[in-house]
């Protein structure tokens, strides 16, 4: 997610989501504390952007989508819902596990600090 002039990672999030979802913005929204930074050169578009920056922000959000028909964009294929256990495995990259394992540990009151 690339935010916009003047847009919050919050509202940009909200964007995002609608238009690669269709999950409404009025949705409940969870921010997350995890963040990381993505190298521009894992985004195919970076050739279009006006900026030019080195690293990019990665902010992370959650969404209640019980109530949502889900209608993804172009951009993607398909969507699959898992079990925590089975989505973690599926993951590639570090920073979306602990997206994930966070998200996890919130919506289950998981309290951390006995495990650190």
């Known amino acids: 997610m690339v935010l916009k002039k003047s847009e919050t990672p919050i509202q940009a999030a909200k964007r995002e989501t609608l238009e690669e979802s269709g999950i409404s913005m009025d949705s409940d929204f969870i921010t997350l504390d995890t963040t990381a930074s993505i190298p521009i050169t894992g985004f195919k578009d970076k050739h279009l952007w006006i900026e030019h ?19 993804i964009s172009k951009e993607h294929r398909e969507y699959k819902w ?10 590639k990259w570090d920073s979306n596990k602990t ?3 966070e998200l996890n540990c919130r919506l289950t009151n998981i ?3 006995p495990y650190c």
């Open 99 to 101: 997206v994930l394992w």
């Open 53 to 71: 920056p080195y690293v990019i922000p990665e902010y992370s959000f959650g969404v209640n989508a019980a109530r949502s028909e889900i209608l």
């Open 111 to 113: 309290d951390p600090k």
């Open 82 to 91: 898992f079990q925590y256990s089975k989505a973690i495995k599926h993951l």
